[in-house]
């Protein structure tokens, strides 16, 4: 929506609210909040267009087969915002690569004002590459250049100009296929590191015109080694990671489930099957990692002292009123060190959160590498941390009920 229209339609609510704005007594934003907290459930037309726009945002960066046509067309419009010295064959797309889409300048005015609002939308709301668990058939589908791992730098050396244009490399993957004759000493076929090597590989690059292939195959293999753990394409697709669960155990915790029975504590991540999947919003820019997401404890994968068995359970005084107080009890045995009462703090109040926020204190009470099994009778926690964690996860926790809580519960888990 063009941003004189929003201002428009603003005003027309304004006037209508306050009487042809003859005096404003109450700010706007609490209008907007719903009827039992004391709003009126106003539209809010300025979020309302920004979700729009992040819903653009999301099926324009939608990179499976099924890609709109008009999300590859608006590649190439914003392609062409890219610093006149960049290399443009290998420009993709800022969302996958370090180039940052200038703010202003005579270029801007190529966007139309849909795609001025959609970028605009993604950077205010913070869309990084932020997936948790990146799996590494999707680092292989990253582009090679300008590679979002790295710093913004111009192209100029021999190998890497070489590797663009004669070796058509364009994503991580080409430059795996480059470096394999380093990589693999294949017995019918020797690669010899110099720039006249007769092997089958460096003979079709010759015919290519590049006239030194050694060299352009260690140039992609640096640049693959210097790509941070989390970005590396050489990590295995399930690593030993601590973030998966066997499958016998899945298998276990079905039947554990209907038999109302011990159910392990499942703290897979799904891997999303295509690029899309690893994008997220509202993310915490200085908060983004660059080594793999891990789940072991410090001192190893071999748990360390007896189970401890914590009963918790949750209470609400006045539960789903406005002066609501709740907190959570732990209790292990009489005279038990681990046996506490906490009181929720913070304005978030109701049975549900004393409830869970008994689990958090009893998973932060005993170390990682300590067999820990809670018991607890609310189903509603139960299903949240033993069902719908994966799915929340992919949704990005957004319109979740109780969110930072399950999050840390999950975290301490
Ligand atoms: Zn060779
Ligand atoms: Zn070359």
Redesign the pocket.
């Known amino acids: 929506m063009p941003s004189q229209v929003e201002t428009a339609l603003k005003k027309i609510i304004n006037d209508f609210i306050w009487d042809d704005g003859k005096g404003t007594c109450i700010a706007q934003e609490f209008l907007h909040q719903p009827k039992e907290v004391g709003g009126l459930d106003l539209l809010d037309i300025k979020s309302q267009n920004e979700a729009i726009e992040l819903m653009w945002l999301k099926t324009y960066l939608n990179f499976s087969p099924k890609r709109q046509p008009w999300a590859a067309i608006t590649d190439l419009i914003i392609a062409g915002l890219a610093q006149e010295n960049s290399i443009t064959q290998v420009i993709k797309t800022p969302f996958l690569q370090c180039w940052e889409i200038p703010s202003r300048g005579p270029r801007l005015t190529r966007l139309n004002d849909d795609i001025k609002c959609m970028i605009k939308a993604a950077k205010d709301q913070n869309t990084n590459l932020a997936a948790v668990k990146i799996p590494a058939h999707l680092r292989k589908e990253l582009p090679a250049w300008y590679h979002t791992d790295e710093k913004l730098t111009t192209i100029r050396s021999r190998?890497e100009k070489?590797?663009i244009e004669?070796?058509e490399t364009r994503l991580i993957t080409d430059l795996i296929n480059v470096s394999a004759r380093i990589r693999n000493q294949n017995v019918t076929n020797i690669h010899t590191p110099n720039p006249f090597c007769p092997c089958q590989d460096c003979a079709t690059?010759q015919a290519k015109g590049?006239y030194?292939?050694h060299?352009?195959a260690q140039a992609a293999l640096a640049k693959l080694q210097n790509l941070s753990p989390k970005w590396n394409p050489w990590g295995p697709e399930n690593p030993i990671d601590g973030l998966s669960l066997t499958p016998s155990r899945k298998a276990n915790n079905l039947q554990a489930k209907i038999n109302n029975d011990e159910i392990v504590f499942n703290p897979s991540l799904t891997c999303g099957e295509s690029l899309a999947d690893i994008f997220r919003v509202f993310t915490n820019p200085n908060r983004l990692s660059t080594t793999p997401a891990l789940r072991l404890p410090p001192l190893g994968r071999t748990p360390i002292g007896p189970k401890i068995t914590i009963f918790t359970d949750g209470a609400c005084l006045k539960n789903g009123k406005r002066n609501a107080t709740c907190g959570g009890g732990t209790w292990v045995s009489r005279g038990n060190p681990l046996n506490a009462s906490i009181r929720v703090p913070g304005p978030a109040q109701s049975n549900q959160i004393g409830e869970i926020a008994a689990v958090i204190q009893a998973a932060a009470s005993v170390p990682l590498s300590q067999p820990l099994e809670i018991v607890l009778d609310s189903k509603y926690v139960i299903e949240g941390l033993t069902n719908n964690l994966n799915n929340w996860e992919d949704q990005g926790w957004i319109g979740i009920q109780n969110a930072p809580f399950f999050q840390r519960a999950a975290y301490l888990l």
């Open positions: 190998p070489c590797l004669k070796h690059d590049c030194n292939p060299e352009c």
